[in-house]
Structure formats: structure tokens, C-alpha cells
């Protein structure tokens, strides 16, 4: 098992948190919704895998490559 970090493209807000630690995904399911500039910007898992942990909360203010949430792949 390897863990692969999951980073934010893009400074913005963190709208919705859709993830938690032990939630299972299938790859470019969207884990978080970042809102920028009045926009909605999905994050999407680049693998299928279980998240491990989550670094962020919803409200919380990320930058561009910022570690949004690990996951075990």
C-alpha cells in the first residue's frame, strides 16, 4: 500500500469537506469543493483508494498545492 498526497490546484475556500478519514473512493470521485473568485472548484481523487487523513476543515483558507488530504492506495 502506498500513500498519495492529494494538494489543492488553486488558492480558494474550502466549501464542503465530502470525505473522512477511512472513507473509501473511486478514482476523480470529487473528495472536496474549494470556492474561489464565487466559483465552485471540485478536488478529485487521482486514484481509488481510502482516505487516511484529511488536513483541512470546511471555512478553512488553502493555497495553491497546500495538502488537502492523504490517501492509501
Partial sequence: MADIEVKSDIAGAVWKLLVQPGT???????????????ME????APESGTVKSVA????????EGQLVLVLTV
Avoid at 473509501?24 to 464565487?38: A, G, H, P, Q, R
Avoid at 483541512?56 to 493555497?63: L, S, T
Fill in 24 to 38: 473509501e473512493v473511486e478514482e476523480d470521485d470529487t473528495v472536496v469543493i474549494l470556492e474561489s473568485m464565487k
Fill in 41 to 44: 472548484i471540485p478536488i478529485s
Fill in 56 to 63: 483541512i476543515a470546511e471555512g478553512d483558507a488553502v493555497v
